[in-house]
């Protein structure tokens, strides 16, 4: 079954964003704290507010258009909330069931880029075009953030603490 366009927007907005995100942002608190409890935190965090605030800057960029109808709109709003909220909180399942913090968060790297292939794939797929370069380019935006976050959380772990 194919969603429509409202749908997809939302989805694959909010499915994307809870990916690099939320990977960031662990990534980052892991290696500046080395503290679950401040990566659970983090992630509860970027789920709450973060899934509100992209759902209001879709519901507000499709407004914007003014080609949608308020049906559209809300949809679009309404499936960014709850795939980014959603998607965001099937990384805290790593940190609760791992006891190594580290393993946890590599765990997560696995599962998010597994999540961002498959939905490149797709999206590849649906538009009739080689699947390797749009899984390249989004993996690798993923991981140049995945990078600058480890570095930034060592930066700040070596710098304030």
């Known amino acids: 079954m194919a969603l429509n366009?409202?749908?997809?927007?939302g989805f694959s907005f909010g499915l994307?964003?809870?990916i690099i995100?939320?990977?960031g942002l662990m990534v980052g608190l892991s290696s500046g704290t080395h503290s679950k409890l401040a990566v659970i935190g983090g992630i509860l965090t970027i789920a709450i507010a973060d899934s509100f605030s992209d759902a209001m800057g879709i519901h507000i960029s499709e407004e914007s258009e003014n080609v949608h109808t308020?049906?559209?709109i809300w949809e679009s709003t309404l499936a960014t909330f709850f795939s980014k909220f959603l998607f965001?909180?099937?990384f805290i399942i790593p940190v609760l069931f791992f006891k190594d913090l580290t393993i946890a968060v590599i765990i997560s790297v696995i599962w998010g880029l597994s999540l961002l292939s498959a939905l490149s794939f797709i999206m590849a797929k649906q538009h009739k075009t080689k699947p390797w370069?749009?899984?390249l380019e989004h993996l690798s935006?993923?991981?140049?953030?995945?990078?600058i976050t480890h570095y930034v959380g060592c930066w700040?772990?070596?710098?304030?603490c």
């Not at 700040?156 to 304030?160: G, P």
């Open 5 to 9: 366009h409202s749908l997809r927007i």
């Open 16 to 18: 994307t964003s809870g």
């Open 21 to 23: 995100t939320t990977l």
């Open 70 to 72: 308020t049906k559209e």
């Open 88 to 90: 965001a909180l099937t």
């Open 133 to 135: 370069k749009p899984v």
């Open 141 to 147: 935006i993923a991981v140049i953030v995945i990078v």
């Open 156 to 160: 700040i772990s070596t710098t304030f």
